[in-house]
């Protein structure tokens, strides 16, 4: 039988049934739901959660950036900072690997992801540090916060004081862990400065960020970083997850001399974040090549050496550029001179300048000096010796520094201390640099017979 609507003669197009309508609604929208997911190859937990950036190290050149300055919650990435402070301690001597942390009861309280620790327990820094990049354990977390300033809410100030000092002007940290505070917040480009900060500044301990698996107590723990496994040439760094960050990570990738620094934010699971990553590292990987690096390190050294041998006190140093960040060193293995001219104006501490006078006449030696921190680099010894002059120059300020080559695990580094110092400097000194956020140890030195 024909229907009634088809018999009648067409006048025009023939209406659609309300069923017919339906159909073809659902279609539609089907449609564009599918051109939507093949438009979008990465889709957030939250368009408000979604930030990116990725960096070349050696240049800061970015290479990729989305919402890169957007405030957001840094969840576990958070602990890359109490790893840095961590390593802080290490390298000043206050702590060794072997050194035990109390647990207190508000740390055994913390919320998983956790070792479950118990009051009155300890853990060594070695296993901290393990327990903090594999399983991110947030009673670990705390339990260094406390052993480093007393209580968690002391730590965080430290924490945010030593961002300022890093160059993270848009972070605030209010605990260890990451666990969720509205108030704890930080940006893309905040901590991709980070992780070329704890790269640079600890190499003999970035090295356990490549960790893929730890054991405690008879338990093993996998690395929830998985472009370790999945993705060739990756080194570090970390992941992180609470509802409102959504799935994070901050990834270093080393591929034919040219390292990238990746972060992402706001990743509807761990699977579309470590895809998204892997993609943008992709591109990015694609716009640089090493010829270009080696490049812009030979420019910047020739500028280095072109450099007058008087300079001024002071030269102007102009305000980064949003495309890129600060300077990291290159890979170790390069042998040019660095591209770090973060010293241009410190004519006293360029390499090959004889070292300023004390002018304080003392008639008898010192005992004691302070040590700022131990570099893979010259020119962040001197730079660090710079800062920490300009820092403390009530004390620092006619007292010249003393760059050493000392070997950590075989690894080549220089030593910065200030000598001629008494007891009552040395210990002033340090605290000033602690209240700015800087690393510090007096140190007595032993005494050395006449003659």
């Keep these: 039988m024909i229907h009634e609507s088809l018999a009648k003669p067409a006048t025009g197009p023939a209406p659609c049934t309300g069923r017919a309508r339906a159909q073809l609604l659902v279609w539609l929208a089907a449609a564009a739901c599918l051109l939507a997911v093949l438009a979008t190859p990465f889709q957030p937990a939250h368009a408000a959660k979604y930030a990116a950036i990725v960096i070349e190290e ?3 050149k970015v290479l990729f950036a989305r919402n890169a300055d957007k405030s957001r919650f840094p969840a576990s ?13 290490l390298e000043t001597g206050r702590m060794t690997m072997q050194t035990k942390l109390p647990v207190s009861r508000v740390a055994a309280g913390r919320s998983p992801s956790k070792l479950y620790l118990k009051p009155g327990q300890s853990i060594t820094v070695r296993d901290a540090i393990y327990a903090l ?3 991110s354990a947030n009673d670990v977390a705390t339990v260094v916060g406390e052993a480093l300033s007393g209580s968690e809410r002391s730590f965080a100030k430290r924490m945010t004081r030593k961002a300022r000092a890093l160059g993270m002007a848009s972070t605030t940290f209010r605990n260890a862990s990451g666990l969720p505070h509205s108030k704890q917040r930080t940006t893309a480009r905040d901590m991709a400065r980070l992780a070329i900060a704890i790269r640079r500044d600890f190499p003999q301990y970035f090295g356990f960020f490549a960790t893929k698996s730890f054991r405690w107590r008879g338990k093993r723990f996998g690395n929830h970083n998985k472009l370790l496994s999945n993705y ?5 760094i970390k992941t992180g997850y609470i509802d409102a960050s959504g799935f994070n990570l901050v990834a270093t990738v080393e591929r034919r001399g040219v390292r990238l620094i990746g972060v992402v934010f706001g990743g509807r699971s761990g699977r579309t974040r470590d895809a998204h990553m892997v993609e943008i590292l992709n591109k990015s990987f694609k716009r640089v090549k090493p010829g270009d690096i080696r490049t812009q390190i030979a420019a910047s050294s020739n500028v280095v050496r072109a450099l007058p041998k008087t300079l001024p006190k002071s030269l102007p140093v102009p305000p980064p550029s949003p495309d890129t960040l600060p300077v990291a060193p290159p890979p170790r293995r390069t042998r040019s001179g660095s591209i770090d001219l973060a010293l241009a104006g410190e004519s006293g501490y360029l390499e090959g300048a004889p070292p300023a006078p004390d002018l304080r006449q003392r008639d008898s030696p010192s005992k004691w000096s302070v040590q700022v921190g131990s570099f893979a680099k010259r020119a962040n010894a001197h730079k660090a010796a710079a800062q920490a002059r300009r820092a403390a120059v009530g004390v620092l300020g006619s007292t010249p520094a003393r760059l050493t080559m000392v070997t950590r695990g075989n690894i080549p ?7 001629n110092l008494d007891e009552t400097e040395a210990r002033s000194a340090c605290a000033v640099l602690f209240a700015k956020g800087r690393p510090c140890v007096a140190i007595e030195e ?6």
Excluded: C, N, Q
């Design 58 to 60: 050696s240049s800061g």
């Design 133 to 135: 990049i594999t399983k």
């Design 232 to 236: 060739s040439g990756t080194d570090g």
């Design 413 to 419: 580094l220089w030593r910065v201390r200030f000598h």
């Design 77 to 89: 990435l958070t602990k890359i900072m109490t790893l840095y402070l961590l390593f802080e301690e």
């Design 446 to 451: 032993p005494s050395r017979g006449a003659g």
